[in-house]
């Protein structure tokens, strides 16, 4: 039974910063990759980073450039989202989720709430 697990969602000032972390349980994720997405109340859920567990090769969402950062520690099977200069519009559940193929994300975590405050 694989298991993600989120962490380190909170309440933080706009410009402040949050890592977010996933862990996977379950099975060893040597293959595949790990993405974060997000949810805003009344919004559909929207992708912000993937990061392959092989290579490390990242992707990111346009309107986090430059602000988050994806990770990950293949030992621990975690992946990490640094997210820096936060605003009010970053304001969602986070959610990690694993693909073990490149067309679709097998596992979704419970999420975790990130609130930025102005």
């Known amino acids: 039974q694989v298991q993600l697990v989120e962490s380190g969602g909170g309440l933080v000032q706009a410009g402040g910063s949050l890592k977010l972390s996933c862990v996977a349980s379950g099975r060893t994720f040597s293959s595949g990759r790990m993405g974060w997405f997000r949810q805003a109340p009344g919004k559909e859920r929207e992708f912000v980073a993937v990061?392959?567990?092989?290579?490390?090769?990242?992707y990111y969402a346009d309107f986090v450039k430059g602000r988050f950062t994806i990770s990950r520690d293949n030992a621990k099977n975690t992946v990490y989202l640094q997210m820096n200069s936060l605003k009010p519009e970053d304001t969602a559940i986070y959610y990690c989720?694993?693909?073990?193929?490149?067309?679709?994300?097998?596992?979704w975590g419970q999420g975790t709430q990130v609130t930025v405050s102005s």
């Open positions: 990061i392959r567990w092989r290579g490390g090769i990242t």
């Open positions: 989720a694993a693909g073990l193929s490149p067309t679709s994300y097998d596992y």
